[in-house]
């Protein structure tokens, strides 16, 4: 996938404008190398590309690309989120610089200015610092294109900085998992909004869930309508309960109950018995749950009245029949 | 704030372990003296439902979940609302303060509120964690009304 997004770049690239693309590459190549070996080093595919694009500039490109090759090891351990989150944007931000002319002095300037803040801040080992780089130089607009790869670049940076930290502190503490969160155009990028934006997030993934579960609320869209659905659909089901134990409580007294504890041993031995025929026609999901009545239920009232009866009716129905015919017999 | 995400388990225990635990409530509350006596219907109405919820709070693993544990809490002190009450205010962690002073002109907080005060145990946790407990107990309450509606099914009368 990525080869296949590589291959057109190339073709359009004109000479004039390599730097800053040309190094986007290496980055994509780089990850690509990530991707197949998730936690070698990859020092000497790096020294290669290195000397094989040394001609102008050597110093800043090599002093930048061995600042990536100290942080690239570390990238395996964040693979899921950073790469996926970088990798998309890195596409994007190639379509941008493929078409425009950047200057290689003022880009080279700009990048070792970035590339040193970063490896500063790496050193003081603060993640949220990092975020707040990320965002500052997001928010500089001097060369519009050059800003966004840039930090897209320094995003790379700083993810990879934090995973680095992360699989040096992975064995010491357990619990330093980052979600890197892509700060978009045009929206604030302070640190507090971000995290915002990530718990935001976090909140609208579960209700989708939540979406998923409760019946009737695909048609409402909108995080208030949904959350009312909810609210509707958890009260019904406690009035439910309360509706059922009413019920249970009328019923009851009304057959003698005299149950002892030789009975309930009976009925749990007897239900411990039942268990493989239980699992084996377990009902699905409750994704569907009728108000009354019932549509499982119709079959259920010959239990009472035939104790005896423990063979298997039908798959969804047998875990009722069973239970209530075990259930009947300990009443008696 | 930033943390991994993992992915959201909400695994309910089967039908029969609801089941067992709601019959072991009810034969111990049969074996109690006042408990069938005709007229105090009401009380016998709140025994059940109470019952119910503490053996759906127990089948759906015992402490492992916030409402849970609030709801055998609950059951334990014998009171219905002030419990809830008095856990907001004592237990009000750093992250619930923190999203408080923030949005609280929001809709979702105030939805929130709202599902806060039908989840028990809802006003010690944060939105994003309530919505999960929602879910894992809306699972379990539709678990426990089909277990009751088969009991009473089975029990009625033809």
């Not at chain 1, 980055?27 to 290669?48: I, K, T």
């Not at chain 2, 678990?143 to 009991?151: D, N």
């Amino acid at each position: 996938m990525l080869e296949g997004l590589v291959s057109p770049e190339n073709l359009s690239l004109s000479y004039a404008d390599m730097s800053v693309p040309e190094r986007l590459k290496w980055l994509q190549q780089h990850q690509q190398q990530e991707v197949l070996s998730l936690s070698s080093n990859d020092s000497p595919d790096l020294l290669q590309i290195l000397q094989f694009h040394g001609s102008n500039n050597d110093e800043l490109l090599q002093s930048t690309f061995s600042h990536f090759q100290m942080v690239g090891s570390g990238f395996g351990t964040n693979y899921n989120m950073g790469f996926g989150h970088s990798h998309e944007a890195m596409d994007g931000c190639i379509s941008r610089t493929s078409s425009c002319q950047i200057h290689p002095p003022d880009t080279m300037g700009v990048m070792l200015k970035n590339s040193e803040e970063n490896r500063a801040i790496s050193l003081k080992n603060k993640r949220k610092s990092e975020v707040k780089t990320r965002e500052e130089e997001k928010t500089e607009k001097k060369i519009k294109v050059e800003a966004e790869t840039e930090s897209n670049i320094s995003n790379k940076e700083a993810s990879s900085d934090t995973s680095k930290e992360t699989s040096k502190g992975a064995s010491q503490i357990q619990k330093l998992d980052y979600i890197h969160v892509r700060a978009r155009r045009g929206e604030a990028t302070d640190r507090h909004s971000l995290a915002e934006r990530a718990r935001r997030e976090k909140i609208s993934k579960k209700m989708k869930y939540l979406q998923d579960l409760v019946p009737g609320c695909n048609t409402v869209t909108g995080k208030a309508g949904v959350l009312d659905e909810i609210i509707n659909y958890v009260q019904s089901l406690q009035r439910q309960v309360e509706f059922l134990s009413m019920k249970l409580a009328v019923i009851n007294p009304e057959l003698e109950l005299g149950v002892e504890d030789l009975s309930v041993k009976q009925f749990q031995a007897a239900y411990f018995t039942n268990f493989p025929v239980v699992i084996a026609s377990k009902p699905s999901v409750m994704v569907d749950v009728p108000l009354f009545p019932l549509d499982q239920q119709g079959s259920l009232n010959l239990s009472v009245s035939n104790p005896n009866q423990t063979s298997i009716d039908a798959p969804s129905e047998s875990w009722e029949t069973q239970s209530q015919s075990l259930f009947a017999s300990v009443l008696r | 704030m930033a943390s991994a995400d993992k992915p959201i388990n909400t695994d309910v225990p089967e039908k029969d372990v609801f089941a067992l635990h709601f019959l072991q409530s009810l034969s111990n509350l049969r074996r109690q003296n006042t408990f069938n006596s005709p007229e105090k219907t009401n009380d016998r109405v709140k025994k059940i439902k109470k019952a119910a919820y503490v053996s759906m709070a127990r089948a759906a693993g015992g402490t492992s979940r916030l409402w849970s544990r609030a709801l055998l809490r609950r059951a334990a002190k014998e009171t219905n609302k002030v419990v809830r009450f008095s856990r907001r205010k004592k237990r009000v962690t750093w992250l619930r303060r923190r999203s408080n002073r923030r949005d609280p002109v929001e809709e979702e907080e105030k939805e929130a509120e709202r599902l806060r005060n039908l989840v028990p145990g809802g006003g010690a946790m944060e939105t994003s964690k309530l919505i999960e407990e929602t879910a894992y107990y809306i699972k379990c309450l539709s678990m426990q009304v089909k277990v009751m509606q088969c009991l009473v099914d089975g029990l009625s009368p033809k």
